[in-house]
């Protein structure tokens, strides 16, 4: 099997007989597996897109793979050295009733932050609302989310571009040009409120919350930035559940003092 490879770096079609990329194919598997060393990172841009056009033997057509089996184009991301920034540079268009504070992140070379927004008292019976603008998520190419189906379920949700899940999610991930990843996690069952994330048509990110208590609740929200999706999801689950052990422990002590005046 040959196959060649278009990138947008040189803007050529390079053959695995070119040098300057060489795909060399393993032998050893029944299913072979093309390797190819790219002639150092793009000059003028942080993504390089690709496809590939192949032939399954010396007299074969050539085919190409997004023709043959529906697919876009592949992209690589060069990632630069990591730069701490605020969170504004990553998320724009922060509403004015949302409050964040940059936070101790147990991950290296990640940045936290900690964000609230205020959600109206229950009345009666009936649970208060609110929703916030957390903004748009900039510069990024693809988002991923965690959608509830309902209260037991979860299902993964992803898409290029606007951000628009089809249900309110807990967690969203953004994968940014510049090869960082956004991750933005939803807590709930503190206080009593729930917090889940949503969209509006313009592709900003929703803080929805519901509060069942009879007096205002506090929506929280974990935003981290990392190399890598999996260092920014630890960072915003270890803090997560610094949060929620605290508050359980909280609640155990003001229990614990109530039934300690009972017995005296």
Known sequence: MSNSVWHTASRLRNHVNDPKLAARASTTRKDRVFRLSLPGRPQNSSE???????????????????????????????????VKHDLP??????????????????TPETQLWSIQAPVHAAAGGTSGYS?????????????????????????????????????????????RKDGLHVVVLAISGIDDVLTLLTSDPHGRVLI???????CPGTSR????VGKTFEIANAAVMYHARRIV???????????????RLYLE
């Not at 929200?221 to 981290?224: E, G, H, P, T």
């Open 48 to 82: 390089v897109r690709f496809t590939v056009k192949f032939r399954v033997g010396n007299d074969a057509p050539w085919k190409w793979v997004h023709r043959e089996f529906s697919r876009g184009d592949g992209v690589l991301l060069f990632q630069s050295a990591f």
């Open 131 to 175: 929703i916030h603008r957390l903004g748009f998520p900039t510069k990024h190419s693809h988002w991923f989310s965690l959608v509830r189906l309902w209260s037991p379920w979860l299902a993964p949700r992803h898409g290029k571009g606007r951000f628009s899940p089809d249900k309110e999610a807990v967690m969203a991930a953004f994968l």
């Open 89 to 106: 540079f990553y998320i724009d268009d922060i509403g004015d009733e949302v409050k964040y504070d940059e936070v101790m992140a147990d």
């Open 208 to 214: 929805k919350g519901r509060n069942d208590a009879e």
């Open 221 to 224: 929200i974990l935003v981290a």
């Open 245 to 259: 052990t605290g508050y359980q422990a909280c609640i155990f002590l003001n229990v614990w003092n109530i039934v």
